[in-house]
């Protein structure tokens, strides 16, 4: 399948249907590449333009979906129409392949009492599915490198960590030096959802890609998180599309002129 990627902030996003998406990770389960999926927001650049190892680990990701839409925002000023992929819907339909095609998946993270309702909301939902492991997302360095050594042991087809970005990320990169072949997708506070414990915004929001403002009303503590990133990333976003826009004329005004030649 042939790849696009359009860049965010210095960062590659795919430029790729749900669709598309799913169809190229369980590729990678079947044929045992594994990948490192990051559902990129705002918060996740900011973050990554402060701290080189999370850039880092961005930038070696077999696929980056637009899962805020500030960055489907950002691609719609370049011109580029791009879906949103959240996290949480790319998993649960990856959970429902895993579940038709005998594929395994591991959980990891959230509360004990939130990881294990979620497991039995799954459970109940998804009667074949293969969960070949489970634990909450609350585990000291030394404990972290067992969970590692145990997951490289059973070899999950897929890896769920709902760890909150970025600590989900580093805990995903350390897992794949250890166990390559397993897809991996941080999917934050899925697992809340899941668990029942934290309500997804109703469809309305969710189809006008306004979830986050839905997130923020049930959870104000995330208003000083989105205040401290949005408006300086939506501030660079608008240079760079300007920026990209202005180059992308001066390119089709050269070619023209170089075809009349
Ligand atoms: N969490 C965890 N271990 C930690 C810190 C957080 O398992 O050391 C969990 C937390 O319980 C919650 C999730 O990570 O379930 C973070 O959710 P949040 O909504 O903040 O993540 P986001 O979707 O914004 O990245």
Redesign the pocket.
Known sequence: MERKKEKVLGYEVDIISFDDAIRYLVDMIKTKQGAHVITINPEIIESAKKEEKLSEIIKNAQLVVADGSGIQLALKMKGINQERIPGIDLAIELINHCNMLNYSVALI???EE?IKKTVKNIEDEYENLNICYYR???FTLPKEEEIIEHLAEIKPDVVLA????P?QEFFINKCRKKLPESVYIGV?????VWAGEVERAPEFFRIMGCEWIYRTYKQPQ?LKRIYKTLPLFMFKAIIEAVKYRYYMRKRGANDKSAVRS
Not at 188 to 192: L, Q, T
């Open positions: 993270g959230a509360k939130v909450n997302g609350y709902a760890l909150g970005a600590k934050g506070g899925s697992f809340d995330r």
